[in-house]
């Protein structure tokens, strides 16, 4: 009932009469001016007139089931949100859920992390109170091979959504990264459970860096957040509701098509690496080429003196010859 006031609060333009709410929910005037009061020791500025009703007339930046669910307009991706003060890592969090049951399309939400994760046992950088920390539990039926390309996809909606909230337009370092300037804004976590031939679930992990004001010593030259390059703070809630969106549309594109022809070529315009030279890294053996795009699997193409070669992401880094993109 929280998530549905609080959406039915922002949606409104003038007051919300109490006697409409108890109405609509079966419930008191008393439940609902408890509801009304735990909003506002959350931050929430809520005007009370008498005869009138409710009136919402500011929202701070807070992370909150309530918060969340009142803001994303989706059909299943991120309606229900598990949300955590703190927590080990949020992908941690939507894997014990896949294999306990949970639903498609839940979204697990930190305000902070103790234990952020990136690729093969990176660590993700997770303080309170600025950032995002999310995953994406999904039950696709597609097969398992095919599931690595919802990173690129992830990648794309994020961009997107960055877009529309901040008017910022990123990059894409191939596969997982979303950059600006050179530096990491965004890192994206795939994680999956699989049998022969089917996936038991998929787990996305999105860290976005937005309100942050300054990084560690040992990534502040390759780590920046949505703050630092715009000036302006960002309400959290919202940049998820707007991935979310972007996101489930391409999804639905996906199962369609079962590969990323639908979004290869904007991928391909947002790739930082495109038409670059890059450093691959492989587990044993590093060379230089020319990125030249992505393929309709998600897979990078690029192109070394004398063969064009294909680039699985699995156990692959790319770099800029000079440093990090
Ligand atoms: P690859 O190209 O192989 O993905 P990567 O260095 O980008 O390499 P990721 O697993 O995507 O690796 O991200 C983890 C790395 O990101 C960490 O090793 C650290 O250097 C950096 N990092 C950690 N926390 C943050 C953060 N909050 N913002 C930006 N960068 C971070």
């Known amino acids: 009932?929280?998530?549905?006031?609080?959406?039915?609060?922002?949606?409104?333009?003038?007051?919300?009469s109490g006697q409409q709410l108890c109405d609509y929910f079966q419930v008191s005037r008393t439940a609902v001016w408890k509801v009304i009061e735990q909003l506002k020791k959350e931050g929430y500025q809520i005007q009370a007139v008498r005869n009138k009703g409710y009136r919402l007339m500011g929202s701070p930046d807070v992370l909150s089931k309530a918060e969340i669910e009142s803001m994303v307009?989706?059909?299943?991706?991120?309606?229900?949100?598990v949300y955590y003060e703190e927590t080990d890592s949020t992908n941690i969090r939507a894997k014990d859920a896949g294999e306990k049951g949970g639903e498609h399309g839940s979204l697990f939400v930190a305000e902070r992390q103790v234990a952020g994760k990136g690729r093969r046992g990176r660590g993700w950088e997770s303080p309170a109170?600025?950032?995002?920390?999310?995953?994406?539990?999904?039950?696709?039926?597609?097969?398992?091979?095919?599931?690595?390309?919802?990173?690129?996809?992830?990648?794309?909606?994020?961009?997107?959504?960055?877009?529309?909230?901040?008017?910022?337009?990123?990059?894409?370092?191939?596969p997982n990264d979303v950059v600006f300037n050179g530096k990491k804004l965004c890192g994206i976590l795939t994680e999956m459970s699989t049998?022969?031939?089917?996936?038991?679930?998929?787990?996305?992990?999105?860290?976005?860096?937005v309100n942050q004001e300054t990084f560690p010593e040992e990534i502040k030259d390759k780590a920046t957040s949505?703050?630092?390059e715009t000036g302006a703070g960002i309400r959290r809630g919202?940049?998820?509701?707007?991935?979310?969106?972007?996101?489930?549309?391409?999804?639905?594109?996906?199962?369609?098509?079962?590969?990323?022809?639908?979004?290869?070529?904007?991928?391909?315009?947002l790739l930082v690496n495109r038409g670059q030279e890059v450093k691959v890294l492989e587990p044993d053996n590093e060379y230089e080429a020319r990125a030249v795009g992505i393929n309709d699997t998600g897979e990078l193409i690029v192109r070394t003196k004398d063969a064009e070669k294909?680039?699985?992401?699995?156990?692959?880094?790319?770099?800029?010859?000079?440093g990090y993109v």
């Open 1 to 16: 009932m929280k998530s549905e006031i609080l959406r039915l609060l922002k949606e409104s333009d003038g007051y919300l």
């Open 73 to 81: 307009q989706t059909k299943w991706a991120g309606r229900q949100v």
């Open 129 to 174: 109170g600025t950032s995002i920390y999310m995953t994406l539990l999904l039950r696709p039926t597609f097969l398992p091979v095919k599931a690595p390309q919802l990173t690129l996809l992830m990648a794309v909606a994020v961009v997107e959504a960055i877009r529309q909230v901040t008017g910022l337009t990123g990059g894409i370092k191939w």
């Open 195 to 209: 049998e022969i031939g089917f996936i038991n679930y998929v787990v996305i992990g999105v860290g976005i860096n």
């Open 226 to 228: 949505l703050k630092l």
């Open 238 to 269: 919202e940049l998820i509701a707007a991935v979310m969106e972007r996101f489930e549309a391409y999804y639905e594109t996906f199962l369609k098509t079962e590969d990323l022809s639908a979004v290869r070529a904007r991928y391909n315009r």
């Open 310 to 322: 294909t680039i699985y992401a699995g156990e692959v880094s790319v770099r800029g010859v000079y």
